[in-house]
């Protein structure tokens, strides 16, 4: 069972940047691809990014060119460096592990097998 927790949601204003990680404890973190998904209230949980075991990436169209997913396997953790945040963006973002998939281009959640509580991201305009 692996365990994800992540942190660095907060208050940003329109135009800003953070960046969101996702600690996992795993021993061999480095086998598993990690996903990236968001929650805005209302509406169902979407796909925003993923990295595979060799750091190859993929993103949803709406964060291409700002969102840069990244792996630290020596911390176990992924990041999610966000930029020129949109009142849009505002989302509780969670993070997400998968040890079977193959392809990250399939982005179903339900390729996942293993969940974050979540961070909240809120963007002011």
């Known amino acids: 069972q692996v365990q994800l927790v992540e942190s660095g949601g907060g208050l940003v204003q329109t135009g800003g940047s953070l960046r969101l990680s996702c600690a996992a404890s795993v021993r061999s973190f480095s086998a598993y691809c990690m996903g990236w998904f968001r929650q805005a209230p209302g509406k169902e949980r979407e796909f925003v990014a993923a990295?595979?075991?060799?750091?190859?990436?993929h993103y949803a169209d709406f964060v291409k060119g700002r969102f840069t997913i990244s792996r630290d396997n020596a911390k176990n953790t992924v990041y999610l460096e966000m930029n020129s945040l949109k009142t849009e963006d505002r989302a509780v973002y969670h993070c997400?592990?998968?040890?079977?998939?193959?392809?990250?281009?399939?982005?179903?959640?339900?390729?996942?097998?293993?969940w974050g509580q979540g961070t909240q991201l809120t963007v002011a305009s």
């Open positions: 990295i595979g075991r060799r750091r190859d990436t």
């Open positions: 997400a592990s998968t040890y079977r998939l193959t392809d990250i281009t399939h982005t179903s959640l339900y390729e996942y097998d293993n």
